[in-house]
């Protein structure tokens, strides 16, 4: 079997890291000291194609598929090793597909192309104060009335929320419509965070990934247009879960770029330090340690590939069922995260005292890292309790 990516893909690599070394790197303390990512700088992340890469061409995306996005996201880690580039740009990837494929052509005509152009921001309001990865269990409630729903509830560590309320845009919401049914009685609303009665918001202040906010939505009676609805109505959950699988892929991505940099970062230091008279890449220790966490990345980095392939192979043409890609899915989402911030930890200490500090390049990288060890589109423990039950359980 071949395994290699295309040759373009690899030229649209080549491509990307080349605009991200000139437009989003040197940016990179920037972003994590001030607190955003700079509007000039996503003018150019969309100039470059990446803002809702996966959106129509029709919308100003480049209707990309799923290999093609990874590489993407794999490079955006790369570049803004902090990670806060990396989880706009995944929100973007993965939840403006699920815009893009179930919208209705009037809201998609008025969103998608502010999306694309960075001018609107667009997440997933899904988590909330009693869970993240329990999404059936949720309590916010969307009651239809003429041509509004009348949305109830409260959403919590959401990304984007600042960007969303100060620039415009807004968030794929999931609310229980038909709340007796359970998780086949949620719909998904793409609910504006501005210009709506009845929704406030509040920010949440993080340890890393300094250049996205986090806040919390809240929703008393505020009423959005019924236009806003995705798809179905009490098909929301599936539409989520088709909406994860996506990002969690993305987000494996971006990790692995992310720890590939900060190993590039301790390689180059490690040949340029010397401690008692010596390299210290001269030292077993760093030695093997560097070759252990080489190979690490490079069998991860295959398998969020295949992962992202698999996702194609099956809502393409089913050519993958949906178990064998859950497995796939589910196992680059728990191993990229846990290696990328073992990787991290690692170089950190490379660095002494130095890698400890706000002044040296890879003490952003670690407070990023972690973020993706306590959740973002899924814990570390329901990634294996789905991996579990596809290789398990019988039922």
């Known amino acids: 079997m071949e395994y290699a990516l295309s040759e373009d893909a690899e030229a649209f690599r080549k491509s990307v890291r080349e605009g991200l070394s000139k437009h989003l790197s040197p940016r990179v303390k920037e972003i994590d000291r001030g607190g955003e990512i700079p509007r000039d700088v ?3 992340l969309s100039s470059m194609g990446l803002l809702g890469i996966t959106i129509g061409e029709e919308y100003g995306g480049m209707g990309a598929d799923m290999t093609l996005t990874t590489v993407a996201a794999e490079e955006v880690g790369r570049a803004d090793n902090t990670l806060a580039t990396g989880v706009f740009f995944l929100l973007e990837a993965g939840w403006g597909y699920i815009f893009y494929k179930y919208g209705c052509a009037d809201a998609k005509e008025e969103i ?4 694309t152009s960075g001018d609107y921001f667009l997440g997933i309001a899904s988590t909330e104060t009693t869970g ?5 269990g949720e309590r916010t409630r969307a009651t239809r009335s003429g041509s509004h729903y009348i949305i109830n509830g409260e ?3 959401i990304s984007g929320v600042n960007e969303a309320a100060k620039y415009g845009g807004g968030f ?5 419509t038909r709340p007796e049914l359970g998780h086949k009685g949620m719909s998904m609303v793409y609910t504006p965070v501005t210009g709506i009665n009845g929704i406030t918001t509040s920010l949440i202040k993080n340890m890393g990934r300094e250049g996205i906010s986090t806040g919390i939505i809240t929703l008393n009676d ?14 929301g959950f599936y539409y989520a879960m088709e909406g994860f699988t996506r990002a969690r892929v993305f987000v494996s991505a971006a990790s692995i770029g992310a720890a590939q940099k900060v190993l590039e970062m301790g390689i180059d230091y490690a040949n340029r330090r010397e401690v008692f008279g010596k390299k210290l890449s001269s030292y077993q220790a760093v030695r093997f340690e560097a070759a252990e966490f080489y190979s690490r990345l490079e069998a991860v980095k295959a398998l969020v590939y295949k992962a992202a392939w698999a996702v194609d192979q099956h809502y393409k043409n089913g050519a993958i069922s949906l178990k064998d890609m859950t ?4 196992a680059a989402k728990w191993l990229a995260p846990t290696t990328s911030f073992d990787v991290i930890k690692g170089v950190s200490t490379w660095f002494g005292a130095y890698g400890y500090s706000k002044e040296g390049p890879v003490e952003a990288s670690f407070r990023g890292s972690f973020s993706y060890l306590m959740g973002a589109e899924g814990a570390l423990n329901v990634m294996k309790e789905l991996i579990a039950k596809e290789i398990m359980d019988n039922d």
């Open 42 to 44: 996503l003018k150019q």
């Open 112 to 115: 998608l192309p502010k999306v």
């Open 132 to 136: 993240g990865s329990d999404v059936a």
């Open 155 to 157: 959403k919590a560590y």
């Open 172 to 176: 794929l919401l999931l609310a229980k």
């Open 222 to 235: 505020a009423a959005v247009p019924d236009r806003y609805l995705i798809g179905e109505e009490n098909k």
């Open 327 to 330: 497995k796939l899915v589910s």
